[in-house]
């Protein structure tokens, strides 16, 4: 039977035996490098040579080749520094694991997170249109007050009306559309009523105006 081997790496973990014996167990990341073939002392005698394809990852391939060495125990290794191997391997995969768990919680707590703002700020966005509109409904309450006073206040006055004179309180026939008074003279005297301060001021900074040009 004939075996045909491709010109690439093939990395593969190799079982020497001797008359059925297992003698060595090692790992190589080409098999076309002849090493499981070589002769070495180290490695004892050998008469058939069993080839197991690996994994690329020399990290992988190594743990691979140690959880043999300690499984099936071979004639020329001793099991101790391989099995240093399978804990270092087994500690690096803990805290890899670990890591993915934090991963994952951190994930899980993003989420979580993610979804109470977004309740959240839905609240927030329904509440804030509700108001709106009830702001809406208030404004145009106070701006339509507004403009009926002001309409009140700006309406023309109709002439041969009857109205009350604010300095005498006499009533009066209202002969223009701007008479508030019953005469000039009581529109005068409320004007200066009303304006007393600032008009007193204006006679005292005239009266000083005259005393500097003498």
């Given at each position: 039977m004939s075996?045909?081997?491709?010109?690439q790496q093939e990395p593969v973990i190799y079982l020497r035996y001797y008359k059925d014996d297992l003698m060595y167990i090692g790992e190589t990341y080409n098999i076309q490098?002849?090493?499981?073939?070589?002769?070495?002392?180290?490695?004892?005698?050998?008469?058939?040579?069993?080839?197991?394809?690996?994994?690329?990852?020399?990290?992988?391939?190594r743990?691979?080749?140690a959880v043999l060495v300690c499984k099936l125990k071979p004639a020329m290794q001793k099991v101790t520094p391989y099995l240093r191997k399978?804990?270092?391997?087994?500690?690096?995969?803990?805290?890899?694991?670990?890591?993915?768990?934090?991963?994952?919680?951190?994930?899980?707590?993003r989420e979580k997170n993610n979804r109470e703002r977004l309740r959240y700020w839905l609240?927030?966005?329904?509440?804030?249109?509700?108001?709106?509109?009830?702001?809406?409904?208030?404004?145009?309450?106070?701006?339509?007050?507004?403009?009926?006073?002001?309409?009140i206040k700006n309406m023309k006055v109709?002439?041969?009306?009857?109205?009350?004179?604010?300095?005498?309180?006499?009533?009066?026939?209202?002969?223009?559309?701007?008479?508030k008074y019953c005469c000039y003279k009581h529109a005068n005297a409320?004007?200066?009523?009303?304006?007393?301060?600032?008009?007193?001021?204006k006679i005292k900074i005239f009266t000083i105006k005259i005393k500097k040009k003498d």
């Amino acid at each position: 039977m004939s075996k045909i081997y491709l010109n690439q790496q093939e990395p593969v973990i190799y079982l020497r035996y001797y008359k059925d014996d297992l003698m060595y167990i090692g790992e190589t990341y080409n098999i076309q490098n002849g090493r499981p073939f070589r002769q070495e002392q180290s490695a004892g005698d050998w008469d058939k040579c069993r080839i197991l394809k690996s994994c690329s990852d020399v990290n992988r391939r190594r743990y691979w080749e140690a959880v043999l060495v300690c499984k099936l125990k071979p004639a020329m290794q001793k099991v101790t520094p391989y099995l240093r191997k399978i804990k270092k391997h087994v500690r690096a995969q803990d805290e890899v694991k670990e890591k993915i768990t934090k991963e994952k919680r951190l994930d899980e707590m993003r989420e979580k997170n993610n979804r109470e703002r977004l309740r959240y700020w839905l609240d927030q966005c329904a509440s804030a249109k509700k108001h709106l509109e009830e702001s809406k409904k208030c404004a145009l309450h106070f701006y339509l007050g507004y403009k009926k006073i002001w309409k009140i206040k700006n309406m023309k006055v109709k002439l041969g009306t009857i109205s009350n004179c604010p300095y005498c309180n006499t009533q009066f026939i209202i002969t223009s559309s701007r008479q508030k008074y019953c005469c000039y003279k009581h529109a005068n005297a409320h004007y200066y009523i009303l304006n007393k301060d600032s008009i007193n001021q204006k006679i005292k900074i005239f009266t000083i105006k005259i005393k500097k040009k003498d």
